[in-house]
């Protein structure tokens, strides 16, 4: 029996979930299944992810027309393209990720009548990216795109709730929960060899609780909570703290201005920019807590990575967050945006190592089976089999 082929599209090869999704379902999805996977180019203020292909010897093929923002001239082209793609391939399947992609993806597949086609939601842009008009032009995009799809996935209860009763884009009947899926393995080795360099590398003794932020320095990920929190705390409690901001992005300047302004107040040295680190394990072992206070998220990989190493979170509810934590049990769920709740929730964990200590040991409990790779491919391909069948094709 022939192999099921299946064209896998993400917006861009950068550093977060759709690429570690995209790279465990292209290296690991059952042996019927014959994968191809392109996507563009990463930007220069985003981490380059294609190590992690490397990783996991998973071949790819860089389109550069596919850009994140919209730009009518590359867009067309990047549909030809990926039209050109699909009729050399002759996928069964095309399954598209994340916004950019998913449009040009999906329409792709549509011209070219591709038996089976899916799309994942890892996060959406429905509300805290863009005013009233562009919000409703993309509402009315995907709406449209999820009229020529077969399925469409999202990656939390959350996440279906918000895109099918919320902001109706597609019926119940086509929605699907899925899960991410990890190689979360690499969390658990050699973390006190790891810790020791990590806090030798960046001068923070054991003694000083160390806070993370991990993602885009972009205005959605909300980092004045979470630097004005780190103020207001390293002005109030006596436990003594480093707060890590590990990633880059367009408010780079911006924020580290901020940050040498409380610098300047509080006398002393209170933040500590990383840019991208590639093996985020070194990071988290160095770690005492991980926190998040962006605005809207899909499923935050840093929350699931962060619980995999035995660091508890501390997180805005945005998002998949309740859907991939046990709330005081691994972490803590703020439930608006007040600064006054976040330096409250903050505080008692950076105060308290007994509960730091309990919280890292569900964990790894909570996360290694629910969010690994294995299950995602199985979950994956169990519905490939379900779509194709209805499409009469033997799988």
């Known amino acids: 029996m022939r192999k099921i082929k299946v064209l896998r599209i993400i ?12 790279t465990f379902l292209t290296a690991f999805l059952d042996e019927k299944f014959e994968t191809k996977l392109i996507g563009g180019k990463h930007e220069a203020h985003e981490g380059d992810s294609t190590f992690i292909l490397d990783k996991y010897n998973v071949e790819f ?8 923002e919209i730009n009518w001239s590359q867009d067309k082209k990047a549909l030809k393209k990926i039209r050109q793609i699909i009729r050399e391939f002759q996928p069964d399947i ?7 992609s998913g449009f040009i993806g999906r329409l792709a597949a549509h011209k070219e009548k591709v038996p089976v086609i899916v799309h994942t939601f890892h996060g959406h842009v429905f509300h805290s990216y863009f005013g009233k008009v562009k919000t409703s032009l993309y509402k009315n995009v995907e709406r449209w795109m999820a009229k020529r799809s077969d399925a469409v996935l999202m990656i939390s209860q959350l996440q279906k709730e918000e895109i099918v009763n919320k902001f109706r884009i597609v019926t119940d009947e086509k929605a699907h929960i899925v899960p991410l899926g990890f190689d979360l393995s690499k969390f658990r080795t050699d973390q006190e060899a790891l810790r020791s360099e990590f806090r030798e590398l960046y001068k923070i003794p054991e003694s000083v609780v160390a806070v993370g932020i991990i993602g885009r320095l972009a205005p959605i990920k909300n980092h004045d909570l979470f630097i004005e929190s780190a103020r207001q705390l390293a002005l109030n409690s006596e436990q003594k703290l480093k707060f890590v901001i590990i990633g880059d992005g367009q408010l780079m300047n911006q924020l580290k201005s901020r940050c040498n302004e409380i610098h300047e107040e509080v006398g002393e040295e209170l933040f500590i920019f990383t840019s991208w680190i590639k093996n985020i394990e070194f990071a988290l072992a160095g770690l005492d807590v991980v926190a998040l206070s962006s605005l809207n998220e899909g499923t935050p990989v840093s929350l699931i990575e962060a619980q995999a190493a035995g660091v508890p979170v501390i997180s805005t509810n945005v998002g998949g967050v309740k859907d991939i934590l046990v709330e005081n049990e691994t972490g803590i769920v703020v439930e608006g945006f007040s600064i006054k709740e976040y330096v409250q929730k903050l505080q008692f964990l950076a105060e308290s190592k007994e509960i730091r200590e309990k919280m890292s040991q569900n964990g790894w409990n909570h996360v290694r089976e629910e969010f690994s790779y294995n299950r995602l491919c199985s979950d994956v391909a169990k519905l490939y089999n379900e779509l194709l069948k209805k499409k009469g094709i033997e799988c």
């Open 11 to 22: 917006n861009r090869f950068n550093l977060g979930g759709p690429t570690y999704n995209a």
């Open 61 to 68: 093929e860089i389109v550069d027309e596919l850009q994140r």
């Open 94 to 100: 095309v399954h598209t990720h994340a916004s950019k």
